[in-house]
């Protein structure tokens, strides 16, 4: 299958947050608790937050629904005390429809080239399930340190956030 | 012991962090995984494009103990975003040396940490633990965190240079 990939432009943004919300139900996320133009801004701004890849088909490769963009995945850079510079994997989806035909491939090496040239020395990503994207991450030489160096993710969020930052000191 | 100070980290406190995030890997039993140099540390934290924060805690002179180290404890973190929730604030290290602990310093670096995340608009802070590391599993758990790995399954990948190179020249 023909196909690009390339950074989004403010255009591609509708397309961009379709997905996000596909990989959400697919996922079974909870509700968004940013609005999608917090999302846009966050992505767009001066200095953005994360950055973001889409697979682009040409228009007589379009989707049943009528979509060219049909894969995006969001990164941010990272930093591991042990190696230094990383990029952090968020979001990787590529359309059922699309899959299989090289489209996530091609979108993980090119976050591979963009940390290449960033000077990355790892990449990590968190997930979660016995899904084919971890297969396919291990395929790709990933290691789930949760497994080999029995390392887990913990989360402070909502109240328990609230409550730890109202009790912070001052910092000179 | 009463008096620290916590602080944002300055370039000349590079070779504290340094020797600090040692003794934290080694705590852990993975000394010789940290190939960070005092470079890298500068370069990477105080350069035009910072890819990491980090703030310290110093006791003053007359408080040192063990060779004279002023700063006795560090965290280091930055920021990452999820499309569904926004920005995130990333714990990546977070040690106080062993001889001056249980004082609350480190309770103190952790609700910095938290006002930090939510004056910046971030909804969650995260962080990995080794399972091993009980005491910090439980000194997060008091303080309201949840274990993903336990709860939800969550489980953390890492992707090293050898096939991030050779990912990079795929077609």
Redo the contacts between chains.
């Keep these: 299958m023909d196909f690009r990939i390339r950074p989004p432009k403010p255009d591609d943004f509708k397309d961009v947050f379709r997905m996000?919300t596909e990989l959400?139900l697919l996922d079974k996320?909870?509700d968004?608790?940013?609005s999608r133009e917090?999302?846009k801004q966050?992505l767009f701004c001066e200095t953005p937050?994360?950055q973001c890849l889409i697979a682009e088909v040409p228009a007589h490769c379009k989707t049943w629904e009528g979509h060219t963009t049909v894969a995006y995945t969001?990164f941010?850079?990272?930093?591991?005390?042990?190696?230094?510079?990383a990029?952090?994997l968020?979001?990787f989806y590529v359309m059922p429809e699309c899959r299989g035909k090289g489209v996530g491939?091609?979108l993980?090496?090119t976050v591979?080239?963009v940390?290449?040239e960033q000077h990355?020395?790892?990449?990590?990503?968190?997930?979660?399930?016995n899904t084919p994207l971890?297969d396919f991450?291990i395929a790709?030489?990933?290691?789930?340190?949760?497994?080999t160096?029995?390392?887990?993710?913990?989360?402070?969020?909502?109240?328990?956030?609230?409550?730890?930052?109202?009790?912070?000191?001052q910092?000179? | 012991m009463a008096n620290f100070?916590?602080?944002?980290a300055q370039p000349n406190d590079v070779p504290d962090i340094l020797r600090l995030?040692k003794e934290?890997?080694k705590y852990e039993e993975?000394e010789e995984?940290?190939?960070?140099t005092e470079k890298?540390l500068l370069e990477?934290g105080f350069g035009d494009h910072p890819?990491?924060h980090c703030?310290v805690a110093e006791v003053p002179g007359e408080q040192q103990k063990r060779e004279h180290h002023a700063v006795i404890g560090f965290a280091?973190y930055?920021?990452?975003?999820?499309?569904?929730?926004?920005?995130l604030l990333?714990l990546?290290?977070f040690f106080v040396m062993e001889e001056y602990r249980g004082f609350g310093i480190g309770s103190?670096i952790?609700?910095?940490l938290?006002?930090m995340?939510?004056?910046t608009r971030?909804?969650?802070?995260?962080?990995?633990?080794?399972?091993?590391n009980k005491p910090s599993?439980e000194f997060?758990k008091r303080?309201?965190?949840?274990?993903?790995?336990?709860e939800?399954?969550?489980?953390?990948?890492?992707?090293?240079?050898?096939?991030?190179?050779?990912?990079?020249?795929?077609?």
Excluded at chain 1, 76 to 85: I, K, S
């Design positions: 996000v959400s996320s909870p968004l608790q940013i917090e999302l966050d937050f994360l969001l941010t850079n990272a930093y591991c005390t042990w190696n230094g510079r990029v952090y968020g979001d491939r091609a993980l090496s591979a080239k940390g290449k990355c020395a790892i990449m990590l990503t968190e997930m979660r399930g971890i991450y790709k030489g990933g290691e789930d340190l949760t497994v160096e029995r390392r887990h993710f913990l989360r402070f969020d909502g109240d328990a956030l609230d409550k730890l930052a109202q009790e912070a000191p910092c000179t | 100070n916590l602080r944002k995030i934290l890997a993975m995984k940290v190939i960070l890298d990477d890819f990491y703030i280091m930055y920021f990452t975003y999820d499309p569904w929730i926004g920005k990333y990546e290290d103190q952790l609700k910095h938290s006002h995340a939510v004056k971030c909804s969650s802070m995260h962080f990995i633990v080794a399972e091993s599993i997060y303080r309201g965190a949840s274990d993903l790995s336990l939800e399954g969550w489980r953390l990948f890492k992707i090293d240079k050898k096939h991030l190179l050779k990912m990079s020249v795929e077609e």
